[in-house]
């Protein structure tokens, strides 16, 4: 039934897909697959399984209990910013269908922080559970000073949230991805933590980052970072780069594509950023893989490139609810077809993307084998 359901509602425009989609699982109208169970610890964090849905899907807070149970182990809800805005005109949001992808320039659409504060607080009450959540926090499209966004937001939510994430990377908000760079993210970073201590508040900090980042940009922002106290990076949210095989009608739509497209550029960073972390000695740094994750394959390269957790948005929207269980059943497949515990222990255990998915791929057959042979 939810396979007819989840077809009809891709007939629909994007956006208008993505409504129903908030709405029905905010009144508790979606699958309820078998959790899996596949725990890691990150950051002091207890997950029951690595695999969170990614900022953008929940904008305001509104679902992410019906999110936790389609099987996700965390809700990154956001990005929410100071004040209400509209976001920008529509359409804003394009299906890829030729490219298993997605073209975005919502614009922060947000019903602002004073809104997400009253949709968590129940939450807080009912002592947290059932997973873990994120607030994903970001700044106004006309707001002067953007450094005070950031104190503001984190000050108002820190309360309500097990992480936060520091947005600096949506394409769609002019000049916010100028606050990657040296002393725009000092000051960025430096006025996140003042508003956590102000709300007398402790927990991770993560930042959000883009990939179309070079290596080098992106050594220098992790050290700069670091530098700071923050506690991870979530890598990566979407890109403006449009690679030549796109096949789709909406191609050469304005925004941030992510999707398929953005598999392996993901991957490639987030290695490199392992890499390089592990060589400044600062391995204990959490790395969150999300862009273009589709299946349990994709997610277990993420993990030997040397994430601890990954997330998806894309995937969901054009797969339909069951993603997070397919991801995850793949995933334990191949941890078990590698002869592994935990991911734990496959966690950065290959250097390079390309290394990573091939090793994916061999066990992916392996696991097949066994399959076929049980
Ligand atoms: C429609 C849409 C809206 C998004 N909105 C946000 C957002 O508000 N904040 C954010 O940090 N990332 C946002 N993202 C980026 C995703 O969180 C994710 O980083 C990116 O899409 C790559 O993952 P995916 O390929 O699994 O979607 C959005 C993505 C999409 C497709």
């Not at 953005?262 to 893989?289: D, F, I, P």
Request: aromatic content about 6%.
């Amino acid at each position: 039934m939810w396979g007819t359901i989840s077809n009809l509602v891709q007939a629909l425009p994007a956006e208008t897909a993505h409504k129903i989609a908030v709405t029905s699982l905010r009144a508790g109208l979606a699958p309820v697959p078998n959790r899996v169970v596949l725990p890691v610890t990150c950051s002091g964090l207890s997950f029951d399984n690595p695999l969170g849905l990614a900022a953008g899907f929940d904008k305001n807070a509104e679902c992410y209990d019906g999110a936790f149970r389609l099987g996700f182990g965390a809700v990154e809800v956001g990005t929410i910013t100071p004040q209400p805005q509209p976001g920008n005109p529509r359409p804003r949001v394009f299906r890829l269908p030729d490219d298993e992808a997605v073209i975005n320039r919502y614009g922060f659409n947000s019903k602002g922080m004073g809104y997400a504060a009253s949709q968590l607080a129940p939450r807080k009450q009912d002592g947290r559970a059932p997973g873990i959540l994120g607030v994903n926090i970001g700044a106004n499209k006309l707001s002067r000073d953007k450094t005070q966004d950031y104190y503001s937001t984190a000050k108002r939510l820190a309360e309500f949230a097990d992480y936060l994430t520091v947005n600096l990377s949506s394409p769609n908000t002019p000049g916010l991805r100028d606050l990657q760079h040296e002393e725009a993210l000092v000051r960025t970073l430096d006025a996140v933590f003042q508003g956590c201590k102000e709300a007398r508040v402790s927990l991770p900090v993560f930042v959000k980052l883009a990939p179309d980042l070079s290596d080098a940009e992106l050594c220098r922002t992790l050290d700069w970072a670091s530098a700071r106290g923050v506690d991870g990076f979530v890598l990566t949210n979407t890109t403006i780069s449009r690679p030549q095989h796109l096949k789709s009608a909406a191609k050469d739509q304005a925004g941030g594509l992510s999707g398929a497209p953005l598999t392996h550029k993901s991957l490639s960073m987030l290695a490199c950023a392992a890499r390089h972390l592990e060589h400044v000695g600062l391995s204990e740094m959490a790395l969150v893989g999300v862009g273009g994750i589709a299946n349990g394959t994709q997610a277990y390269a993420r993990i030997l490139a040397g994430a601890d957790l990954i997330q998806l948005y894309t995937s969901l929207s054009l797969k339909g609810p069951y993603i997070a269980h397919h991801v995850l059943t793949g995933l334990h497949a191949c941890l078990k077809a590698d002869g592994l515990t935990s991911l734990a222990k496959a966690k950065g255990q290959i250097k390079t993307a390309d290394a990573a998915e091939a090793h994916a791929e061999y066990v992916l057959k392996i696991a097949s084998a066994q399959r076929a042979g049980s």
